[in-house]
């Protein structure tokens, strides 16, 4: 199965992100993910990659997770797209997504790190941007391979809806943990820092991305 989960965040009330649904995929709403605080991460129109709203970390150490339908299992392969944003290279935390299997272990997390980089991560971490620029949208594109349990990433800093291009596709990494990847958990990082936008199945750009792997062409 190809990854099919969409959120844009259009359409949601400015404000909680917690307790809202929106897109398609999922099989609850976005809500707590344990210790942390989904209460911190609040949908807002002034930054966003695509459309009128994205999220953001609205203070405090933030995380909050949403279930997919249909969880990925042995044999799935396909594309995920997502867009993170960080207003400083600096600060503790990382701004993050995590694709988490249903006992709550992470196998592959796309990160906006506190030292500056962009990275993916699984057992081992591949640096996809060194040097990445405070307030200024990353699109990475994950592609993955449930069978083999790796994945591999791209990034690109060019405009949602723009002939956009991927850099070169990275080494692959192997998933962390086992099983399936049943929810998306989005950590805000530092307070007033992390943003979030666009996770989707479909490219943000209107020309065929370069450098897509195999299982790229599979996922679509």
């Not at 953001?56 to 944003?85: H, W």
């Not at 992470?106 to 591949?126: C, D, K, Q």
């Amino acid at each position: 199965m190809a990854w099919i989960a969409d959120a844009n965040f259009n359409g949601l009330t400015d404000g909680d992100l917690n307790g809202q649904a929106g897109g398609s995929g999922w099989s609850n709403n976005w809500g707590d993910v344990g210790s942390f605080q989904p209460a911190f991460t609040d949908v807002q129109g002034t930054t966003v990659y695509e459309g009128a709203k994205g999220v953001r970390n609205a203070g405090g150490i933030s995380a909050i997770g949403r279930t997919l339908t249909t969880a990925l299992t042995s044999g799935n392969t396909g594309v995920i797209y997502m867009a993170l944003r960080r207003t400083t290279t600096a600060g503790t935390e990382n701004c993050n997504i995590t694709f988490r299997t249903s006992g709550d272990a992470a196998r592959m997390s796309v990160v906006l790190n506190a030292s500056g980089n962009l990275v993916i991560t699984g057992t081992t971490t591949v640096t996809l941007l060194a040097g990445y620029s405070a307030d200024t949208w990353c699109v990475v594109r994950v592609t993955y391979d449930m069978t083999a349990g790796t994945f591999t990433g791209a990034y690109s800093t060019d405009a949602y809806g723009t002939a956009g291009t991927f850099s070169t596709e990275s080494s692959s990494v192997t998933m962390a943990s086992s099983g399936d990847i049943a929810w998306v958990v989005l950590n805000g990082g530092d307070s007033n820092t992390g943003l979030h936008d666009y996770i989707s199945p479909t490219s943000p750009f209107t020309a065929v991305a370069t450098h897509r792997g195999f299982f790229g062409f599979m996922g679509m």
